[in-house]
């Protein structure tokens, strides 16, 4: 067996050893769970998004992705299955997550800091960087524009406060810049739709790797990459409506999330326990 063949057969088994210690965490059958979504469609993604953390819905068929390891917004074609375009904003960073207000883009690193990109049809690195008070220890992965002129930025890990019974979301004004330090949004460890899971291990229950809005009920759509599922949440109260387990054969390291204005949903794989990809899927 060659070397490269060895290597695959380790990774395989790193990622089923990893699937079964987190598995083993809850006492919940997941084989005989009725799957609550059906595939539309799976595009693989070229090498240079490998680390695809991000992406965005940019109208006419195309996407745009961004990986968290270049300061690069790319624009890929889902008619062509192609990257169509590249835009430089910025130098190596931790970028995961994208999102768009307005006519601008939205970039946000994981210590909190976020680029706005006016013109990804202009000249090159012509961005705004503003440093929020966030740092590493929260661990930003999502970023949404609510619809009502304001950004709402997920934190994976710690809260501001550094405390709570929940997992915080916050709002961003870029009008005035400001960042409300109290979240916007609260989803409660102690939420009933939780109950299936059989844990009161916070870090089993949620932590958010994107979030974006649904484009009519305006419900928050939360992204869990590290145990792979789906919340829809209030966005008023932050009662979970459901919970959509994602098959990890399918969804290895689910970092991106997206809807299109006409409803359909994208979830997005990092490449690093398989192919990266962009997979269309229908909730039922």
């Known amino acids: 067996m060659t070397k490269w063949a060895v290597g695959i057969v380790i990774t395989v088994l790193i990622l089923a050893g990893a699937i079964y210690a987190i598995y083993e965490e809850y006492d919940y059958d997941f084989e005989d769970a009725e799957k609550s979504y059906e595939t539309v469609r799976k595009w693989d993604l070229p090498t240079e998004l490998q680390e695809v953390s991000g992406m965005e819905w940019a109208g006419n068929e195309e996407i745009a992705c961004i990986q968290d390891e270049d300061g690069i917004i790319f624009i890929y074609d889902l008619k062509s299955s192609k990257i169509i375009k590249r835009y430089k904003f910025g130098g190596p960073g931790d970028y995961e997550a994208i999102t768009r207000l307005d006519d601008n883009y939205w970039v946000a690193e ?50 501001l406060d550094n405390q709570g019974d929940y997992k915080g979301i916050y709002s961003f004004d870029p009008v005035t810049g400001v960042l409300d330090m109290e979240p916007v949004l609260k989803v409660n460890y102690d939420d009933p739709e939780f109950d299936v899971f059989n844990t009161s291990n916070p870090r089993k229950l949620i932590r958010p790797s994107d979030i974006c809005f649904h484009p009519t009920t305006r419900d928050l759509y939360i992204l869990d990459a590290e145990f792979q599922k789906i919340l829809v949440v209030n966005r008023d109260t932050g009662k979970i409506k459901r919970i959509h387990l994602l098959d990890p054969s399918e969804f290895p390291q689910p970092e991106g999330i997206c809807f299109s204005p006409s409803g359909r949903l994208f979830v997005s794989n990092e490449g690093n326990l398989g192919t990266p990809s962009i997979i269309e899927i229908k909730l039922l």
């Open 110 to 159: 994981s210590n909190g800091r976020l680029v706005r990109v006016e013109d990804i049809n202009g000249q090159e690195e012509n961005s705004e960087d503003i440093q929020l008070k966030f740092e590493y220890r929260n661990n930003i992965e999502g970023a949404a524009a609510s619809g009502s002129g304001d950004l709402w930025i997920s934190v994976k890990d710690r809260n």
